[in-house]
Protein backbone atom coordinates (compact mmCIF):
# COMPACT_ATOMS: atom_id res chain seq x y z
CA UNK A 1 0.00 0.00 0.00
CA UNK A 2 1.41 3.70 -0.41
CA UNK A 3 2.29 6.03 2.22
CA UNK A 4 1.68 9.83 2.27
CA UNK A 5 3.26 12.02 4.47
CA UNK A 6 1.74 14.27 6.38
CA UNK A 7 2.90 17.28 8.69
CA UNK A 8 5.92 14.93 8.15
CA UNK A 9 4.94 12.08 9.66
CA UNK A 10 4.05 8.96 6.80
CA UNK A 11 0.49 7.12 6.87
CA UNK A 12 -0.06 4.18 5.04
CA UNK A 13 -2.90 4.15 3.10
CA UNK A 14 -5.79 1.40 3.14
CA UNK A 15 -8.51 1.10 0.51
CA UNK A 16 -12.21 2.42 2.10
CA UNK A 17 -15.07 1.86 2.08
CA UNK A 18 -17.66 4.59 -0.63
CA UNK A 19 -19.41 6.22 3.02
CA UNK A 20 -15.85 7.56 4.09
CA UNK A 21 -15.14 9.18 0.34
CA UNK A 22 -18.96 10.65 0.48
CA UNK A 23 -18.66 12.52 3.75
CA UNK A 24 -15.41 13.91 2.10
CA UNK A 25 -17.08 15.05 -0.77
CA UNK A 26 -19.92 16.99 1.04
CA UNK A 27 -16.95 18.49 2.75
CA UNK A 28 -14.90 19.49 -0.43
CA UNK A 29 -17.53 19.64 -2.69
CA UNK A 30 -19.72 22.99 -1.67
CA UNK A 31 -16.41 24.79 -0.67
CA UNK A 32 -14.95 24.96 -3.65
CA UNK A 33 -16.75 28.04 -4.75
CA UNK A 34 -14.52 29.95 -1.89
CA UNK A 35 -11.80 29.69 -4.19
CA UNK A 36 -8.99 27.54 -2.14
CA UNK A 37 -7.14 24.99 -3.75
CA UNK A 38 -8.37 21.09 -3.30
CA UNK A 39 -5.08 19.97 -2.28
CA UNK A 40 -5.46 23.12 0.35
CA UNK A 41 -8.63 22.08 1.55
CA UNK A 42 -7.73 18.22 1.88
CA UNK A 43 -4.77 19.11 3.96
CA UNK A 44 -7.10 20.98 6.30
CA UNK A 45 -9.52 18.66 6.58
CA UNK A 46 -7.58 15.87 7.56
CA UNK A 47 -4.76 18.23 9.73
CA UNK A 48 -7.98 19.33 11.73
CA UNK A 49 -9.45 15.34 12.05
CA UNK A 50 -5.58 14.40 13.68
CA UNK A 51 -4.64 17.75 15.49
CA UNK A 52 -8.24 19.17 16.50
CA UNK A 53 -10.61 15.84 16.71
CA UNK A 54 -7.48 13.90 17.90
CA UNK A 55 -8.58 11.11 15.61
CA UNK A 56 -5.92 8.19 14.47
CA UNK A 57 -4.66 8.41 10.79
CA UNK A 58 -6.35 4.82 10.49
CA UNK A 59 -9.73 6.95 10.47
CA UNK A 60 -11.27 6.82 7.63
CA UNK A 61 -12.03 10.29 6.70
CA UNK A 62 -8.28 11.08 7.25
CA UNK A 63 -7.75 8.07 4.90
CA UNK A 64 -10.18 9.29 2.41
CA UNK A 65 -8.82 12.88 2.79
CA UNK A 66 -4.68 11.75 2.04
CA UNK A 67 -6.26 8.74 -0.71
CA UNK A 68 -7.37 11.66 -2.22
CA UNK A 69 -4.33 14.01 -2.43
CA UNK A 70 -2.60 10.64 -3.17
CA UNK A 71 -4.30 10.14 -6.11
CA UNK A 72 -3.72 13.74 -7.35
CA UNK A 73 -0.13 13.29 -7.49
CA UNK A 74 0.78 14.42 -4.25
CA UNK A 75 3.12 12.68 -1.75
CA UNK A 76 3.18 14.49 0.88
CA UNK A 77 1.67 18.14 2.55
CA UNK A 78 2.12 19.82 6.22
CA UNK A 79 1.17 23.02 6.93
CA UNK A 80 3.62 25.95 8.03
CA UNK A 81 2.08 28.71 11.37
CA UNK A 82 -1.01 28.93 13.18
CA UNK A 83 -4.37 30.49 12.95
CA UNK A 84 -4.78 33.61 10.20
CA UNK A 85 -0.94 33.33 9.42
CA UNK A 86 -1.02 29.49 8.56
CA UNK A 87 0.02 28.27 4.69
CA UNK A 88 -0.42 25.24 3.67
CA UNK A 89 2.13 23.27 1.45
CA UNK A 90 2.11 20.41 -0.60
CA UNK A 91 4.83 18.03 -3.02
CA UNK A 92 4.31 16.01 -6.02
CA UNK A 93 5.53 12.44 -6.06
CA UNK A 94 6.71 10.40 -8.31
CA UNK A 95 3.85 7.72 -8.45
CA UNK A 96 1.46 7.67 -10.94
CA UNK A 97 -1.35 10.02 -10.55
CA UNK A 98 -5.20 10.14 -12.30
CA UNK A 99 -3.45 11.13 -15.69
CA UNK A 100 -1.95 7.55 -15.90
CA UNK A 101 -4.80 6.28 -16.96
CA UNK A 102 -8.29 7.22 -18.84
CA UNK A 103 -10.60 9.19 -16.30
CA UNK A 104 -13.41 6.47 -16.91
CA UNK A 105 -11.10 4.22 -15.51
CA UNK A 106 -11.43 5.92 -12.06
CA UNK A 107 -15.13 5.29 -11.76
CA UNK A 108 -15.55 1.40 -10.58
CA UNK A 109 -15.61 -0.35 -6.90
CA UNK A 110 -11.52 -0.19 -6.66
CA UNK A 111 -11.24 3.63 -7.94
CA UNK A 112 -13.66 4.09 -5.20
CA UNK A 113 -12.05 2.64 -2.69
CA UNK A 114 -8.91 4.24 -3.88
CA UNK A 115 -10.02 7.65 -4.00
CA UNK A 116 -9.25 7.63 -7.60
CA UNK A 117 -12.97 8.97 -8.32
CA UNK A 118 -13.35 11.08 -5.78
CA UNK A 119 -10.45 12.89 -7.12
CA UNK A 120 -11.05 12.49 -10.62
CA UNK A 121 -14.79 14.14 -9.80
CA UNK A 122 -13.11 16.77 -8.16
CA UNK A 123 -11.09 17.46 -11.25
CA UNK A 124 -13.80 17.30 -13.59
CA UNK A 125 -15.93 19.61 -12.10
CA UNK A 126 -12.82 21.90 -11.48
CA UNK A 127 -11.86 22.57 -15.03
CA UNK A 128 -15.58 22.30 -16.51
CA UNK A 129 -16.52 25.44 -19.66
CA UNK A 130 -19.95 25.39 -21.86
CA UNK A 131 -19.51 26.73 -24.60
CA UNK A 132 -21.61 29.14 -25.99
CA UNK A 133 -21.55 30.44 -29.39
CA UNK A 134 -18.04 29.56 -29.69
CA UNK A 135 -17.12 31.23 -26.05
CA UNK A 136 -15.57 29.22 -23.44
CA UNK A 137 -17.24 29.91 -19.96
CA UNK A 138 -16.20 28.53 -17.03
CA UNK A 139 -18.76 26.46 -15.15
CA UNK A 140 -17.85 27.19 -10.89
CA UNK A 141 -19.39 25.42 -7.77
CA UNK A 142 -22.26 27.77 -6.10
CA UNK A 143 -23.58 27.92 -2.70
CA UNK A 144 -26.60 25.22 -2.41
CA UNK A 145 -29.04 27.18 -1.72
CA UNK A 146 -28.60 29.34 -4.87
CA UNK A 147 -28.42 25.79 -6.80
CA UNK A 148 -31.90 24.84 -5.10
CA UNK A 149 -33.34 28.22 -6.14
CA UNK A 150 -32.06 27.55 -9.56
CA UNK A 151 -33.21 24.34 -10.03
CA UNK A 152 -37.05 25.16 -8.74
CA UNK A 153 -36.42 28.28 -11.90
CA UNK A 154 -35.42 25.09 -14.40
CA UNK A 155 -38.33 22.84 -13.19
CA UNK A 156 -41.07 25.24 -14.60
CA UNK A 157 -39.42 25.66 -17.31
CA UNK A 158 -39.47 21.49 -17.89
CA UNK A 159 -42.97 21.12 -19.40
CA UNK A 160 -42.85 17.37 -20.29
CA UNK A 161 -41.80 14.71 -17.75
CA UNK A 162 -40.27 12.46 -20.42
CA UNK A 163 -38.13 15.35 -22.30
CA UNK A 164 -34.11 15.09 -21.14
CA UNK A 165 -33.36 17.35 -18.64
CA UNK A 166 -30.92 18.76 -20.43
CA UNK A 167 -33.51 21.13 -22.96
CA UNK A 168 -34.86 23.47 -20.40
CA UNK A 169 -31.27 23.34 -18.43
CA UNK A 170 -29.67 24.88 -21.52
CA UNK A 171 -32.74 26.88 -22.45
CA UNK A 172 -33.11 28.72 -19.20
CA UNK A 173 -29.39 29.54 -19.59
CA UNK A 174 -30.07 30.98 -22.87
CA UNK A 175 -32.88 32.46 -21.55
CA UNK A 176 -30.53 34.66 -19.31
CA UNK A 177 -27.69 35.38 -21.19
CA UNK A 178 -30.57 36.78 -24.23
CA UNK A 179 -31.26 39.07 -21.14
CA UNK A 180 -27.90 40.41 -20.85
CA UNK A 181 -26.85 38.36 -17.71
CA UNK A 182 -22.62 37.60 -17.55
CA UNK A 183 -20.43 35.91 -15.17
CA UNK A 184 -21.50 38.35 -12.46
CA UNK A 185 -25.02 37.01 -12.45
CA UNK A 186 -25.25 34.81 -10.15
CA UNK A 187 -28.43 33.02 -11.31
CA UNK A 188 -26.29 32.44 -14.21
CA UNK A 189 -23.19 31.04 -12.89
CA UNK A 190 -25.93 28.57 -11.34
CA UNK A 191 -27.96 27.85 -14.44
CA UNK A 192 -24.36 27.04 -15.86
CA UNK A 193 -23.64 24.66 -13.36
CA UNK A 194 -26.79 22.72 -13.62
CA UNK A 195 -26.58 22.55 -17.45
CA UNK A 196 -22.82 21.03 -16.65
CA UNK A 197 -24.52 18.20 -14.27
CA UNK A 198 -26.30 17.12 -17.02
CA UNK A 199 -23.50 17.09 -19.38
CA UNK A 200 -23.91 19.99 -21.61
CA UNK A 201 -20.83 21.40 -23.37
CA UNK A 202 -21.98 23.05 -25.89
CA UNK A 203 -24.31 26.09 -27.13
CA UNK A 204 -25.63 27.86 -29.96
CA UNK A 205 -28.00 30.80 -29.24
CA UNK A 206 -30.03 32.88 -31.01
CA UNK A 207 -31.28 35.79 -29.15
CA UNK A 208 -33.45 37.09 -31.77
CA UNK A 209 -35.37 34.34 -32.71
CA UNK A 210 -35.43 32.87 -28.74
CA UNK A 211 -33.76 29.51 -30.27
CA UNK A 212 -30.90 27.52 -28.77
CA UNK A 213 -29.44 24.32 -30.08
CA UNK A 214 -27.23 21.80 -27.94
CA UNK A 215 -23.95 21.60 -30.16
CA UNK A 216 -22.59 18.71 -27.56
CA UNK A 217 -22.31 16.73 -24.49
CA UNK A 218 -19.42 16.25 -21.69
CA UNK A 219 -19.17 12.50 -20.84
CA UNK A 220 -16.65 12.56 -18.38
CA UNK A 221 -18.93 15.38 -16.48
CA UNK A 222 -21.83 13.43 -16.45
CA UNK A 223 -20.01 10.99 -15.19
CA UNK A 224 -19.07 12.96 -12.54
CA UNK A 225 -21.97 14.37 -11.85
CA UNK A 226 -23.55 10.72 -11.50
CA UNK A 227 -21.05 9.83 -8.54
CA UNK A 228 -21.24 12.93 -6.65
CA UNK A 229 -25.02 12.61 -6.53
CA UNK A 230 -24.71 9.13 -5.03
CA UNK A 231 -25.61 7.08 -7.87
CA UNK A 232 -24.20 3.35 -7.24
CA UNK A 233 -21.26 2.03 -9.48
CA UNK A 234 -23.72 -0.34 -11.81
CA UNK A 235 -25.42 2.94 -13.15
CA UNK A 236 -22.37 4.59 -14.06
CA UNK A 237 -22.55 3.20 -17.36
CA UNK A 238 -26.35 4.12 -17.67
CA UNK A 239 -24.68 7.83 -17.64
CA UNK A 240 -21.92 7.45 -19.95
CA UNK A 241 -24.35 5.78 -22.70
CA UNK A 242 -27.06 8.70 -21.88
CA UNK A 243 -24.44 11.60 -22.83
CA UNK A 244 -22.78 9.42 -25.61
CA UNK A 245 -26.27 8.79 -27.46
CA UNK A 246 -27.14 12.75 -26.69
CA UNK A 247 -23.78 13.89 -27.88
CA UNK A 248 -24.08 11.86 -31.18
CA UNK A 249 -27.71 13.25 -31.50
CA UNK A 250 -26.65 16.75 -31.05
CA UNK A 251 -23.23 16.24 -33.50
CA UNK A 252 -25.65 14.87 -36.29
CA UNK A 253 -27.94 17.95 -35.68
CA UNK A 254 -25.40 20.31 -35.92
CA UNK A 255 -24.22 18.51 -39.07
CA UNK A 256 -27.69 18.72 -40.57
CA UNK A 257 -27.63 22.78 -39.42
CA UNK A 258 -24.36 23.57 -41.15
CA UNK A 259 -23.52 25.32 -38.10
CA UNK A 260 -20.33 27.56 -37.68
CA UNK A 261 -19.23 28.39 -34.24
CA UNK A 262 -18.85 32.70 -34.25
CA UNK A 263 -15.04 33.99 -33.31
CA UNK A 264 -14.81 33.85 -30.08
CA UNK A 265 -12.26 36.55 -29.73
CA UNK A 266 -15.25 39.17 -30.72
CA UNK A 267 -17.48 37.96 -28.39
CA UNK A 268 -17.40 39.48 -24.54
CA UNK A 269 -16.64 36.56 -22.32
CA UNK A 270 -20.00 35.29 -20.85
CA UNK A 271 -22.39 37.06 -23.20
CA UNK A 272 -24.11 35.71 -25.59
CA UNK A 273 -24.34 37.46 -29.28
CA UNK A 274 -28.05 37.89 -30.36
CA UNK A 275 -27.63 36.51 -33.44
CA UNK A 276 -25.74 33.04 -33.57
CA UNK A 277 -24.39 32.15 -37.17
CA UNK A 278 -25.75 29.08 -37.78
CA UNK A 279 -28.95 29.55 -35.95
CA UNK A 280 -32.46 30.44 -37.86
CA UNK A 281 -31.89 34.44 -39.16
CA UNK A 282 -35.55 34.88 -39.08
CA UNK A 283 -38.53 33.60 -37.87
CA UNK A 284 -41.27 34.84 -35.59
CA UNK A 285 -40.34 35.15 -31.45
CA UNK A 286 -41.17 31.95 -29.64
CA UNK A 287 -42.87 33.64 -26.65
CA UNK A 288 -40.89 33.88 -23.40
CA UNK A 289 -39.15 30.48 -23.37
CA UNK A 290 -36.49 29.27 -25.49
CA UNK A 291 -37.21 26.81 -28.34
CA UNK A 292 -34.91 24.06 -29.14
CA UNK A 293 -33.89 24.75 -32.93
CA UNK A 294 -33.93 21.48 -34.58
CA UNK A 295 -33.05 22.18 -38.23
Known amino acids: MPTFTLNGTPVELVPQERGAFDWLAGQVYRRMHDGVPIPGMLTMIADAGVKVQKLPTTDP??????????????????????????????????????????????????????????????????GRRIRVNGVEMPVKVNNIDLIRAQSAELEKRRTDPKQDPSLPAAAYVAELLSQGSDQND???????????????????????????????????????????????????????????????????????????????????QGKAPAQAPGAAAAGPAAGDAFKRRRR
Do not use: C
Not at 211 to 237: C, K, S, T
Open 186 to 268: LRLRAALELAADLGIRSLVVDGAARQMRIEGFNEQAALAAAYFQGAPVEHFPAAINRASTLNRMAQELAKQAGAATPNAAARP
Open 61 to 126: RIQAALWTLWQMGIASSHIDGEGDGRQVKWEKGEHPDLDSRPAMEHFNEEGIREGRALAAGLVIVH
